[in-house]
């Protein structure tokens, strides 16, 4: 499959005119292919950029084009169409993401506050645990769990962690609400789960592009320090950890499993 990463915004920069001027990037996973473009803000529409991907795919258009910048999403998705390419919105643009640090541009999103999970969605119980990294796929991989997200490049073998390195998690028993609280993570696309110290402290899903989601709330001593270490454990797991939605604790049934990576630790 030819993936290619891209980004179409507002340049820092300006023309020798002194207008607005928006720049195309286009890149490989492995930089590769490296594409840049740019026109005027009022030339900065889905007909230019169709003209533009073309030109830098010559008679190999892509599969997919991978987005991360929200700004930039409806654009390429219209030019995608246009060329029947599918682009998808993720996070995970490290090649993108690299070179535009190298040219000085932001790779930073606006994001807003955290909002709580919608109320018919909310679980019974949660809880941190923690799995060796030998366990992580043996666990899950076999099982028949409806919404599985095990990502070949975030295995702990594949990001070099020993199977005995500790990988901590989440576990939600959602109840009644299992299978709806799967399948609404599911669509919201989770990216990491972290805690956020504050008043009360917390637990925020970030999903999507920007989503925020504020998925639990304490004020309990052992539960902060359980967060504490759970946030400690991820930075010795190269960010990874996951997320677990089962109906019970009788470990019978699961109805979705997600393995995350913090964004800064992305390789």
Not at 120 to 134: I, K, P, Y
Not at 147 to 168: Q, R, V
Not at 213 to 223: G, K, L, Q, S
């Amino acid at each position: 499959m030819k993936i290619w990463q891209a980004d179409f915004y507002r340049s820092p920069q300006q023309n020798t005119t002194g207008q607005n001027i928006w720049e195309l990037l286009i890149c490989d996973p492995t930089r590769s292919l490296e594409y840049v473009a740019s026109c005027p803000q009022k030339e900065a529409n889905s007909t230019w950029l169709t003209s533009q991907i073309q030109l830098a795919a010559g008679e190999q258009i892509p599969d997919v084009i991978q987005v991360f910048r929200p700004q930039s999403l409806s654009l390429m998705e219209a030019a995608g169409r246009n060329l029947g390419i599918r682009v998808e919105s993720t996070r995970k643009t490290l090649a993108l993401k690299q070179w535009l640090q190298e040219k000085q541009y932001s790779t930073v999103v606006d994001k807003p506050p955290p909002v709580p999970l919608p109320e018919n969605l909310w679980g019974e119980q949660w809880r941190f645990v923690t799995l060796s990294a030998g366990d992580v796929e043996t666990a899950f991989s076999d099982r028949p769990i409806p919404i599985l997200h095990l990502p070949e490049s975030l295995k702990p073998l594949n990001l070099g962690l020993p199977s005995t390195a500790a990988i901590p998690g989440v576990i939600i028993y959602g109840g009644r609400q299992s299978m709806r609280l799967s399948r609404w993570l599911h669509e919201a696309r989770p990216v990491e789960l972290n805690y956020v110290a504050g008043a009360p402290d917390g637990l925020v899903l970030e999903a999507g592009l920007v989503d925020r989601w504020i998925v639990a709330t304490f004020e309990d001593a052992e539960v902060a320090t359980a967060a504490r270490l759970y946030q400690q454990r991820q930075q010795q797991s190269r960010g990874l950890h996951f997320l677990l939605v089962q109906p019970d604790d009788s470990g019978m049934t699961y109805s979705g499993f997600w393995l995350l990576q913090a964004e800064g630790d992305i390789v």
